[in-house]
């Protein structure tokens, strides 16, 4: 005598793992697929370029300055209402100049962050 046949018991149905709707923006970057990793890693090279522009500028004109102060040794003798020239740039000149430059540093990023929330929201 043959055993009985097995039985097959369907608790459900079959399923595509793709769906029939394109995914978000929102839920490629959730899901860390390689797609949403290149949106990340795109807002991440935005911003590091927006930073190393900001240093740069920084290191240059900051930079240069002691170095005209070494290479045009009159401009270290130039005073104006009986302070040197050196402590007038230093000491008020570049506050202000490094306060525009943080502001307009933070509105920038902020911006860059805010177009990427406008994909991510948009797709």
Do not use: C, K
């Not at 079959?14 to 929102?26: A, E, I, K, L």
């Not at 590091?48 to 102060?69: F, M, R």
């Not at 509105?107 to 994909?119: I, K, P, T």
């Amino acid at each position: 005598m043959s055993p009985p046949p097995e039985r097959v018991r369907v608790t459900r149905t079959r399923r595509n793992t793709q769906s029939d709707h394109p995914r978000t923006v929102r839920e490629e970057i959730a899901g860390d697929s390689r797609l949403g990793a290149t949106y990340v890693s795109s807002l991440m090279r935005a911003q590091l370029q927006l930073t190393l522009g900001v240093l740069a500028a920084g290191l240059l004109t900051l930079g240069a300055l002691p170095l005209i102060y070494a290479l045009v040794p009159p401009v270290r003798s130039l005073s104006v209402l009986g302070l040197p020239i050196p402590w007038l740039v230093l000491g008020v000149l570049v506050y202000p100049v490094i306060v525009l430059v943080a502001r307009w540093y933070t509105r920038s990023g902020e911006r860059l962050e805010a177009e990427f929330n406008d994909l991510v929201g948009r797709r």
